[in-house]
């Protein structure tokens, strides 16, 4: 399966169905796409690969009658030495929890909160928008109603919210035409949960 980074705009991913999604499933059943994280798991790669190659490598000259480094000695004198309570066991012991907790949290979180899950209409196709372009295409629908001088928005991955500025007509009409014009672009967005929408019209401010 392949996952999208860096996402600008609508994005198609090939992925196959899981077992709980027949071909015909679209809706409920859809859920933020996967990040593949590659810089954490390049990172603890590396670090890994660094404290095994040394270890090996120590053990190794031990097992040729040579005398072992003098940080694997040192390191095995502090840790027979040191006692459970001391500041620094306890110090090492926390960082190595919260990077325990970190990796963890990493692999039961789905990542790319930036995409927006999109419905299906193939079963080995998914498709995600991202909020930014969502925000976009809301934006330049808005700036079509009569009235609005500029409008600033900001897609959530729930939430739309839309702020406008209108310079002329009612603000009661202007904000009837926002919500509908804008109901209307996000239905046509085709996303999995669609965006709630939450409009503020307001006139431009006086200049100085």
Avoid: N
């Amino acid at each position: 399966m392949s996952e999208p980074t860096g996402l600008q705009g609508t994005v198609p991913v090939l992925d196959k169905p899981t077992r709980d999604e027949g071909p015909g499933t679209t809706g409920a059943a859809e859920h933020r796409f996967w990040s593949a994280r590659r810089v954490p798991a390049a990172v603890v790669a590396v670090v890994l690969l660094v404290v095994a190659g040394a270890f090996l490598y120590d053990v190794a000259a031990v097992r040729a009658h040579r005398s072992a480094m003098a940080w694997r000695s040192g390191l095995a004198h502090q840790l027979a030495e040191r006692p459970l309570d001391d500041i620094w066991v306890r110090v090492g012991a926390g960082v190595a929890a919260a990077l325990g907790l970190w990796l963890i949290l990493l692999a039961v979180t789905p990542g790319l909160r930036d995409v927006l899950p999109m419905r299906r209409t193939h079963p080995d196709v998914r498709a995600g928008l991202d909020r930014d372009a969502a925000a976009l295409v809301l934006r330049d629908r808005a700036m079509e109603v009569a009235g609005v001088q500029s409008v600033r928005v900001r897609a959530g991955r729930r939430r739309a919210d839309v702020r406008a500025l209108c310079h002329f007509r009612d603000l009661d009409d202007v904000h009837a035409d926002l919500d509908a014009v804008l109901a209307d672009a996000v239905r046509g967005l085709g996303l999995v949960r669609p965006l709630t929408l939450s409009v503020h019209v307001r006139r431009p401010g006086k200049k100085r």
